[in-house]
C-alpha cells in the first residue's frame, strides 16, 4: 500500500503533464543518454537560525532540513533514487537558474515523497502555502531530479511550492510569495544566478531535450495565476523598461497582473501572467499552435486553445522577444519558428539582450534542447528556425554534461564533460531552447 501510495504521489507530482499523453517513460532526472495537503507545526524560532538547523537559506527565515532519499533501489547501481551527489559549482557545474515549480499535492505529502526513494524525484527546497515554511530537501551542491532536463537539473536549484497551478489564485499566498522571494533572492546572491526572467524561471520554460515526445510531456507549472511581475518585485529585481532597447526591436511581455484576466476555459475569470498570441493581427485570428502539441487534447486541430495547460499560445510575463512586425496597435514576435500576434495595448516594455539570427546563406537552422556536446549528443527538438527570423539570447554556454548513471558514495565517481561547442540560450516559444554559436550570426 505505501508503494501504490508513493507511485500515485509521484504521478501528480512528477507530470503536470498534456491530458492523454503517456510519459514515455521519462524520469525526472531528465536523463536520457547513457544507462538508464495537510498541514504540520509552524515550527519554533530555532527554524530561523541556519546555523542550528543546517539549512543553506538565509538567516530568519523558517527552514528546516528533511533530507530527500538517496538510496540504491534493487542490485543494480543504476537503480537509484531520487538526486545525484555533486560539488557544484566547484566541480565545472555552474548553477544558471532558479526553477519555480507548483507542487500538485500538499507539502507535508510533497515532502514524504521525496524521502522515497522510488519516487525518483526531488527538489532542493518545497515552501508552505499557508506560513512559507521552507523545507530543505537536497543541498544545492547536489543535482535534484526536479526540471526533466538533465542540463537544466545540472545548471539549476529547484524550488517547489505548495499549490495546484489550476487553483494558484488561491495557493500563492503573500506568506508563500514571500518566503519564496527570500529564498530565491539567496540562492541567487550565494551562487551567481542574474536576477531576470531568463534565469528566474518557471518549470514551465524549461525544454524538452529532444524530440516531439519528450517536448510535449514537459510541465506547465506554476501555471498561469502565478504573479511574476509581483514575485520579481519581490526578489529586487522588478520588470522595468532601464536598459531596454529604445529602436523597438526588443519587447519584454509585461501586462498588468492584476487588470489582465485572459479567459480560460472551464476556469473562473482571474487575474493571469500571459498574453494570447494570434497568428494574424486580429481577435478574431487562430491562436498559434505549436507543433510538439499538433493531434494531441491540446490543440486537436493543430491551432492554440484557451486552455490554461496549453502552453503553445501564451507569452508569460518577463519574457522578452523579438519584433517581428507592427499593425497599429497590434505586435508580431518571433515565437516558435513562426510569427506571432497580440494586441499590444501596453502589454509591453522596450526588453534587452543579443539578437541572433540564423547564419548567412543557411535556410533554416536546428533548435536544441540542451547544450550538451557533440560527443554525447546532437539530437534536437521538434523546430527549426528559417533564415530572416530573430530571436533573443541572454547568455551564451559552454557545452557540458554531468556523467552520473548510477548511484555511488564517492562524487569522483561523477565527471564533467566539457566540449568546445557553445550555445546560445534563447527565449524561443513558451520555454527556453537553445541555438549552436556556430549556426547563428549576432545581429548589429
Request: with cysteine.
Amino acid at each position: 500500500m505505501k508503494l501504490l501510495f508513493a507511485i500515485a504521489l509521484s504521478a501528480l507530482i512528477v507530470a503536470v503533464l498534456v491530458p492523454g499523453v503517456a510519459s514515455a517513460g521519462e524520469k525526472a532526472s531528465g536523463k536520457d543518454t547513457g544507462p538508464a495537503s495537510t498541514t504540520s507545526p509552524s515550527g519554533s524560532a530555532h527554524l530561523h537560525n541556519p546555523a542550528i538547523t543546517g539549512a543553506d537559506c538565509p538567516p530568519g527565515l523558517a527552514c528546516r532540513v528533511v533530507p530527500a532519499a538517496y538510496e540504491q533501489n534493487s542490485s543494480s547501481p543504476f537503480d537509484y533514487g531520487n538526486y545525484d551527489i555533486a560539488t557544484r559549482p566547484s566541480d565545472g557545474l555552474d548553477i544558471r537558474f532558479v526553477v519555480i515549480h507548483d507542487t500538485e499535492v500538499g507539502y507535508d505529502d510533497t515532502v514524504a515523497l521525496f524521502q522515497n526513494p522510488l519516487a525518483y524525484v526531488s527538489a532542493h527546497y518545497v515552501t508552505r502555502s499557508s506560513d512559507g515554511q521552507v523545507t530543505e530537501m537536497v543541498s544545492p551542491n547536489n543535482v535534484a531530479w526536479q526540471a526533466g532536463n538533465w542540463w537544466v537539473n545540472t545548471h539549476s536549484v529547484g524550488i517547489e511550492n505548495e499549490g495546484f497551478a489550476l487553483q494558484g489564485y488561491q495557493w500563492y499566498t503573500p506568506q508563500l510569495y514571500r518566503s519564496l522571494a527570500r529564498l530565491t533572492k539567496y540562492v541567487a546572491d550565494r551562487y551567481g544566478v542574474p536576477l531576470d526572467r531568463e534565469h528566474l524561471i518557471g518549470h514551465d520554460q524549461v525544454p524538452g531535450t529532444f524530440g516531439i515526445v519528450n517536448q510535449r510531456n514537459m510541465h506547465w507549472d506554476p501555471g498561469p495565476y502565478f504573479d511574476w511581475a509581483h514575485f520579481m518585485s519581490l526578489v529586487g529585481a522588478s520588470i522595468t523598461p532601464a536598459g531596454g532597447d529604445r529602436t523597438g526591436r526588443v519587447v519584454t511581455i509585461d501586462p498588468n497582473f492584476a487588470t489582465n484576466t485572459p479567459p480560460l476555459a472551464g476556469q473562473p475569470q482571474e487575474s493571469a501572467n500571459f498574453v494570447y498570441l494570434h497568428s494574424g493581427p486580429s481577435e478574431g485570428s487562430p491562436l498559434v499552435g505549436d507543433v510538439s502539441l499538433a493531434g494531441t487534447g491540446l490543440e486537436p486541430n493543430g491551432v492554440g486553445t484557451t486552455r490554461a495547460d496549453d502552453w503553445g499560445d501564451k507569452a508569460v510575463t518577463g519574457q522578452t522577444f523579438a519584433v517581428a512586425d507592427r499593425q497599429g496597435d497590434w505586435t508580431a514576435i518571433w515565437y516558435g519558428g513562426q510569427r506571432a500576434w497580440f494586441h499590444d495595448g501596453g502589454v509591453t516594455i522596450p526588453g534587452s539582450g543579443t539578437l541572433v539570427t540564423p547564419k548567412a546563406g543557411l535556410s533554416s537552422i536546428p533548435v536544441y534542447g540542451r547544450a550538451y556536446p557533440e560527443s554525447v549528443s546532437t539530437a534536437t527538438l521538434p523546430y527549426t528556425i528559417p533564415a530572416g527570423q530573430v530571436y533573443v539570447a541572454k547568455d551564451l554556454v559552454q557545452s557540458d554534461y554531468y556523467d552520473a548513471p548510477t548511484y555511488t558514495t564517492n562524487v569522483s565517481d561523477h565527471h564533467v564533460v566539457k566540449g568546445t561547442s557553445q550555445f546560445y540560450v534563447i527565449s524561443f516559444n513558451h520555454r527556453l531552447a537553445f541555438l549552436s554559436a556556430n549556426d547563428v550570426d549576432v545581429v548589429k
